[in-house]
C-alpha cells in the first residue's frame, strides 16, 4: 500500500491553487477601450458616416455611458457597406460593452 507523503500533499495542493488561479484569470471581462483601440484603423479607412458613429461609440464609452454605447452600436450595424473588419469590431466591442451592462440578475 502506498501512501501519499506531506510533501505530495503540499504539491498537490499548489498545482490546485494554480490551476484555480489560471481559470479565475479566464473570466477578465474585456476591457471595451482596448477593443476599440484594436478596431480604430477599421473606421479610419471606411465611410463617413461609420466613422462618425465610431467617433460617437468612442466618446460613450470613455464616459462609461454603455446604454448609449448599445444604441450607437446598433445604428452602426444597420449602416449599409460595413467591411468584415468592422463587423468583426462592432461585434467585438457589443461583446465587451454587454460585459460592462448590469443585468437585472446580477446589478
Avoid at 34 to 49: C, K, P, Y
Avoid at 61 to 75: C, G
Amino acid at each position: 500500500m502506498k501512501f501519499i507523503t506531506f510533501c505530495q500533499l503540499r504539491n498537490i495542493g499548489l498545482v490546485a491553487l494554480l490551476l484555480a488561479g489560471f481559470t479565475g484569470c479566464a473570466s477578465v471581462k474585456p476591457d471595451p477601450v482596448a477593443v476599440i483601440a484594436r478596431h480604430l484603423e477599421d473606421f479610419n479607412s471606411g465611410t463617413a458616416a461609420a466613422k462618425n458613429f465610431w467617433d460617437s461609440l468612442v466618446a460613450a464609452v470613455n464616459a462609461r455611458d454603455y446604454p448609449a454605447a448599445l444604441s450607437i452600436l446598433e445604428q452602426l450595424r444597420g449602416l449599409d457597406g460595413l467591411t468584415p473588419g468592422q463587423l468583426a469590431a462592432i461585434n467585438q466591442t457589443e461583446a465587451a460593452v454587454r460585459e460592462r451592462v448590469p443585468s437585472a440578475d446580477h446589478p
